[in-house]
């Protein structure tokens, strides 16, 4: 569990992590507080027992429980700012930092790795941290902490229902261990079927058309109901496998609670232990009970916590090309190949490719599907490096120039275009997110798509 907590909190950034830091302080602040209604509660009971209660310790208590409960409710307000900010603003950059990372990767990569990978990764896995992970981490934490804190309390009033409480919240991790382990052999399943079902989902809207057209609904649908009924089957067995340990777990935060409270009972007639102690350890095991129940229920997710953060950093280690080099501002643009080879696996595709493209000339390459046609541009443009030969632009190998150097001498029209959901101007753009409107007209112009 530690090494979890551990990996989350390097996962965040550093002023995110801050705020999580913040957020555990204001939980301690806050179990202290709360703690403060133990004495004030039995101050009152204990003077309506002995039929003694003053208006002095009435109204003392009053306060102090208005006081707490005022306190209580600032200070899980800022808590729940605090780490709503730092989740939100976490997974915010991680998907900045995927997006920049992805601009240097390979295009091998992109043909290795299923579509539905990388959006699964970007869109639910991250929205999985930002939303449930968060308050996961948050509310285990917290639960743990505010345990020992009461438990320390405890044991500085009576050591002998400090130790009835210590055994409950040992047998309370056996379940609680377990219940992680179980659910973390479930969850790497949950995960891979998370991502196929993303896959399965663009697949069959992206070419919903061409299912169309070729009378495939039916068998389309299929696969596609298939995958959803294999994600609900494995959410339903996640559920199944922690319902029971949860279910253990909360018999022995009941039993312990009842156990602190017949003991204490059982001092203070024995003469032992003073009324007003007893009444104090009988609220402390309700409270022990509160700060459990959300910890063996949120702690069976810990799993899905670490595994969403390895995907994200699995990601963001994968080796980028090499995009070191000079900025370059070449000053023709004539582009040359050079014996160029280049193979997808053990494909050939290029081979042995020479070619001279002059500037301000039209070139165009003409062949059937798959002979090569799209690799070459995409080669000429860097998008991979070539196996053989070399590829210059003004007489400097492509691979001397800086990347973004290099690309700012390409426009591209692909085979799948994609427009952002925002307007046409910001569309065009998009990679000079900085040129003014009539840069954007201009360059409409030239695409022959302004008037």
Not at 258 to 285: C, D, H, K, P, R
Not at 307 to 330: F, H, K, R, T, Y
Not at 391 to 416: M, T, W
Request: aromatic share 10%.
């Amino acid at each position: 569990m530690l090494s979890i907590l551990k990996k989350f909190f390097e996962f965040c950034q550093p002023e995110d992590c801050r705020k999580f830091y913040l957020s555990i302080y204001l939980g301690v602040i806050k179990s202290f507080i709360i703690a403060l209604r133990i004495p004030a509660i039995g101050l009152v009971i204990m003077g309506l027992i002995e039929k003694n209660l003053s208006m002095q310790t009435f109204w003392l208590s009053l306060i102090i429980m208005a006081v707490s409960v005022l306190l209580n409710v600032w200070i899980t307000l800022k808590i729940t700012m605090l780490q709503t900010e730092a989740g939100y603003h976490t997974c915010a950059q991680k998907r900045i930092e995927i997006a920049q990372h992805m601009r240097y990767l390979p295009m091998g990569y992109f043909n290795q790795t299923s579509l539905g990978k990388i959006t699964s990764v970007t869109t639910n896995t991250l929205e999985a941290l930002s939303d449930v992970a968060t308050r996961v981490v948050m509310m285990t934490v917290q639960g743990f902490l505010s345990c020992a804190l009461i438990t320390i309390l405890v044991f500085l009033y009576d050591w002998r229902i400090g130790l009835v409480l210590l055994v409950g919240l040992i047998l309370f991790l056996l379940p609680n261990s377990l219940m992680r382990w179980q659910a973390g052999k479930v969850s790497d399943i949950k995960h891979r079927a998370d991502m196929n079902l993303v896959e399965v989902v663009l697949e069959y809207s992206q070419g919903i058309a061409e299912v169309k057209n070729y009378n495939l609904a039916s068998r389309s649908s299929k696969k596609l109901s298939q995958t959803i009924d294999a994600k609900s089957r494995l959410d339903t067995k996640l559920a199944l496998v922690t319902s029971p340990y949860i279910a253990l777990q909360g018999m022995i935060t009941k039993l312990t609670g009842l156990f602190m409270g017949l003991f204490s009972i059982y001092f203070y007639l024995n003469g032992s232990m003073e009324l007003l102690v007893a009444i104090m350890m009988i609220i402390s095991g309700f409270m022990v009970y509160e700060n459990l129940d959300g910890v063996g229920s949120f702690s069976a997710l810990l799993r899905i916590v670490d595994l969403s953060v390895d995907m994200v950093n699995q990601v963001l280690a994968i080796q980028p090309m090499d995009i070191s080099g000079q900025d370059i501002e070449p000053k023709s643009r004539r582009i040359e190949l050079r014996d160029v080879s280049f193979s997808y696996g053990n494909k050939k595709i290029i081979d042995q490719v020479s070619l001279t493209i002059p500037e301000k000339t039209t070139t165009a390459l003409v062949g059937p599907s798959g002979s090569g046609k799209t690799t070459l541009c995409n080669l000429i443009a860097r998008f991979w490096d070539v196996e053989q030969g070399n590829i210059s632009l003004d007489g400097r190998d492509v691979r001397d120039y800086s990347y973004d150097s290099l690309i700012r001498n390409f426009s591209f029209v692909f085979q799948s275009v994609y427009l952002f959901e925002d307007t046409i101007a910001n569309n065009i753009r998009f990679g000079k997110p900085e040129a003014s409107l009539e840069e954007v007209i201009e360059a409409a112009k030239k695409a022959a798509c302004h008037r």
